[in-house]
């Protein structure tokens, strides 16, 4: 369509011109799913996922029959990629809630346009994140002794561990945000049930619909569900991953022990989510042709967010060395010494540059206005806060307070296949998304029209 959507730099939503109507938005976002053929370019991309994450499933039974010893964990560092990965996986999935929840609280209708597959993002992330705890611990079948279950042996959770919290958060985090996903679904997946050809479709999108027929009564239980769980997930953007980053605070190890970690990580989440919104964004706006949905002002934003916690990040950094030294003591003195000059310094000045140098080309407008410029930055970002994580725990592990017990973390293939097979089974479940669900919400875009506001 040769109609473009209008954007400002104020707070203002984007307004679709009058040559957008209800029917030409909804054509435009349903045709994805309901008449589009499938591309050679979409069973590509979908066959390399799929391998990637059968590749994972091989890693993870090769595990489940040898053990851990098949990893790189040693001692001193017990733990290595498996809470790595864990800790930037639920990170990634921040960006969705916030969009979703807090932005819908705030009434920044530019949300409309992204969240839906924000909200995607969220759950796929959260389920890669939620094999990390499972298979590290050794015995994954045994899993269920977390929770707190009435069983005759009296054996309970140890309730102080850090790792129980995560149980908790992690699992309340996760059911909330499938909720938040669900429940806005349900205006277009009647949509899609009514507008399907398909006697298949039309059953499976019906069934999911729960019997959605646009009344007044639906649309005031619709909203006020919505607006509860928008009010049930704000808070968890914040008590993730700061429950998630006590795994590592309540610790007595150096580098590890600060009470900076949760706000540093809150923001650090926000950061690489935002990052993974906008590697998601501009590929899917250019392939699908929805340049007029996600603009100009929608990339503006996430990028601006995008600086902003990174600049939170970046001072985060600055404290932690601060008090490494201002402190006065000599074991957080040694780990900052060890991050400069250890063996692992090049890891640290990579983490640096990925995290705090390159983005600050993010001041400059024409950058923020370019895709390809974003892209590229959000994907130095995301390889920066996997930096991070492997900084924040390798090296305080592998320097630990005897000399003789120092030791060196090398990740071994078994360690790289299962992490690059999340991300393979992250990348499979968003091109499914893409194809079987609508990827921009129709009810909400359509919320935007010229003759919606003169309804109003």
Same mark, same amino acid.
């Given at each position: 369509?040769?109609?473009?959507?209008? &954007?400002?730099?104020?707070?203002?939503?984007?307004?679709?011109?009058?040559?957008?109507?209800?029917?030409?938005?909804?054509?435009?976002?349903? #045709?994805?799913?309901?008449?589009?053929?499938? #591309? /050679?370019?979409?069973?590509?991309? +979908?066959?390399?996922?799929?391998?990637? $994450?059968?590749?994972?499933?091989?890693?993870?039974?090769?595990?489940?029959?040898?053990?851990?010893?098949?990893?790189?964990?040693?001692?001193?560092?017990?733990? %290595?990629? *498996?809470?790595? /990965?864990?800790? @930037?996986?639920?990170? !990634?999935? &921040?960006?969705? $809630?916030?969009?979703?929840?807090?932005?819908?609280?705030?009434?920044? #209708?530019?949300?409309?346009?992204? /969240?839906?597959? *924000?909200?995607?993002?969220?759950?796929? *992330?959260? #389920?890669?994140?939620?094999?990390?705890?499972?298979? &590290?611990?050794?015995?994954? @079948?045994?899993?269920?002794?977390?929770?707190?279950?009435p069983n005759s042996m009296g054996v309970w959770p140890q309730f102080r561990s850090p790792l129980i919290w995560d149980v908790f958060a992690v699992s309340t985090y996760a059911t909330i945000s499938l909720l938040f996903w669900f429940v806005g679904l349900i205006p277009d997946l009647a949509t899609l049930r009514d507008r399907s050809t398909n006697r298949g479709a039309k059953i499976i999108y019906g069934i999911l619909a729960m019997g959605w027929r646009g009344s007044a009564r639906h649309w005031d239980r619709y909203e006020t569900a919505y607006l509860l769980l928008a009010g049930l997930a704000t808070p968890l953007v914040l008590s993730v991953h700061t429950v998630v980053s006590f795994d590592f605070a309540?610790?007595?190890?150096? %580098?590890?022990? $600060?009470?900076?970690?949760?706000?540093?990580f809150v923001a650090g989440a926000i950061y690489s989510g935002f990052a993974m919104v906008l590697m998601l964004a501009i590929p !899917?706006?250019?392939?699908?042709?929805?340049?007029? +949905?996600?603009?100009?002002? &929608?990339?503006?934003?996430?990028?601006?967010?995008?600086?902003?916690?990174?600049?939170?990040?970046?001072?985060?950094?600055?404290?932690?060395?601060?008090?490494g030294w201002y402190s006065g003591n000599r074991y957080d003195a040694f780990t900052l010494w060890n991050r400069l000059h250890g063996p692992y310094r090049w890891e640290y000045y990579a983490l640096l540059m990925c995290n705090i140098v390159i983005p600050q080309v993010l001041w400059i407008r024409k950058l923020r206005s370019r895709p390809i410029a974003l892209f590229f930055v959000s994907l130095v970002v995301l390889v920066g806060m996997w930096l991070e994580r492997f900084i924040i725990v390798v090296v305080s592990l592998h320097r630990d307070f005897l000399t003789s017990s120092w030791g060196m973390y090398y990740p071994t293939r078994w360690d790289w296949m299962t992490y690059i097979g999340t991300i393979g089974m992250f990348l499979a479940a968003m091109f499914l998304f893409v194809r079987l669900l609508p990827m921009i919400s129709i009810f909400e875009m359509r919320t935007l029209l010229p003759e919606a506001e003169v309804k109003e």
């Amino acid at each position: 369509m040769d109609e473009r959507i209008e &954007h400002a730099e104020g707070a203002r939503a984007p307004v679709i011109e009058p040559g957008y109507t209800f029917g030409t938005v909804t054509d435009k976002i349903s #045709s994805i799913v309901l008449t589009r053929p499938m #591309s /050679n370019g979409w069973f590509l991309g +979908f066959g390399v996922a799929f391998l990637l $994450t059968m590749m994972m499933l091989y890693a993870m039974a090769y595990l489940f029959v040898k053990g851990v010893g098949i990893w790189g964990v040693t001692i001193p560092i017990g733990w %290595g990629f *498996a809470i790595i /990965n864990f800790v @930037w996986w639920i990170g !990634i999935g &921040h960006a969705g $809630t916030l969009i979703s929840a807090i932005l819908l609280l705030l009434r920044q #209708s530019w949300r409309n346009s992204i /969240n839906r597959f *924000a909200e995607a993002m969220t759950l796929f *992330a959260v #389920s890669a994140a939620g094999i990390f705890p499972l298979i &590290h611990v050794g015995r994954p @079948w045994l899993a269920y002794w977390l929770f707190p279950y009435p069983n005759s042996m009296g054996v309970w959770p140890q309730f102080r561990s850090p790792l129980i919290w995560d149980v908790f958060a992690v699992s309340t985090y996760a059911t909330i945000s499938l909720l938040f996903w669900f429940v806005g679904l349900i205006p277009d997946l009647a949509t899609l049930r009514d507008r399907s050809t398909n006697r298949g479709a039309k059953i499976i999108y019906g069934i999911l619909a729960m019997g959605w027929r646009g009344s007044a009564r639906h649309w005031d239980r619709y909203e006020t569900a919505y607006l509860l769980l928008a009010g049930l997930a704000t808070p968890l953007v914040l008590s993730v991953h700061t429950v998630v980053s006590f795994d590592f605070a309540v610790g007595i190890v150096p %580098g590890w022990h $600060t009470t900076i970690f949760p706000p540093y990580f809150v923001a650090g989440a926000i950061y690489s989510g935002f990052a993974m919104v906008l590697m998601l964004a501009i590929p !899917i706006r250019k392939l699908y042709g929805l340049e007029d +949905f996600i603009t100009e002002l &929608h990339l503006q934003n996430a990028a601006k967010v995008m600086l902003a916690t990174g600049l939170i990040v970046g001072y985060g950094y600055v404290i932690e060395a601060f008090m490494g030294w201002y402190s006065g003591n000599r074991y957080d003195a040694f780990t900052l010494w060890n991050r400069l000059h250890g063996p692992y310094r090049w890891e640290y000045y990579a983490l640096l540059m990925c995290n705090i140098v390159i983005p600050q080309v993010l001041w400059i407008r024409k950058l923020r206005s370019r895709p390809i410029a974003l892209f590229f930055v959000s994907l130095v970002v995301l390889v920066g806060m996997w930096l991070e994580r492997f900084i924040i725990v390798v090296v305080s592990l592998h320097r630990d307070f005897l000399t003789s017990s120092w030791g060196m973390y090398y990740p071994t293939r078994w360690d790289w296949m299962t992490y690059i097979g999340t991300i393979g089974m992250f990348l499979a479940a968003m091109f499914l998304f893409v194809r079987l669900l609508p990827m921009i919400s129709i009810f909400e875009m359509r919320t935007l029209l010229p003759e919606a506001e003169v309804k109003e």
